[in-house]
Structure formats: structure tokens, C-alpha cells
């Protein structure tokens, strides 16, 4: 199963500002596609056959980094 990334959008938004949708992104920051909940997110990517992770932080300079991520 290939990794994948649940992301906040806008990316790089302050601290405390409002979410306006989470994409799943893979290794490369190819959006996969795009969801109004953390969860569709989620269930999406399990459901087409990915192992989804979600940032522990809000700010990551390297997705290769796993202690960054956990795995959901």
C-alpha cells in the first residue's frame, strides 16, 4: 500500500486561521484528491487502497521525516 499524506489547505495558513478543505497528497506533493473533512480524507484514501497519515504538526519542512506523521 502507498503512503499518503492528509493535509490542511491553504498550506503554509497562520496558526489558529480557518481550514478551508484537506487534500491527500503523495510522496511527490501531487494532490490526489481534495475533501471538506479530515475524515472523508482518511476513509477516502484507505478506501482506494493507501495508507493515510496525518501531521502530528501543522508546519513540516520533509514529509520523509516519520516522526512527523502518524499513521491512521
Not at 52 to 70: E, I, T
Amino acid at each position: 500500500m502507498p503512503n499518503v499524506y492528509v493535509e490542511p489547505r491553504p498550506k503554509g495558513r497562520a496558526e489558529g486561521t480557518h481550514i478551508d478543505d484537506y487534500v491527500v497528497e503523495d510522496h511527490a506533493d501531487h494532490a490526489l484528491a481534495t475533501f471538506k473533512t479530515q475524515k472523508e480524507a482518511i476513509d477516502w484514501a484507505k478506501k482506494e487502497g493507501h495508507t493515510p497519515h496525518v501531521a502530528r504538526v501543522r508546519h513540516l519542512n520533509d514529509k520523509r521525516k516519520a516522526d512527523h506523521w502518524r499513521k491512521v
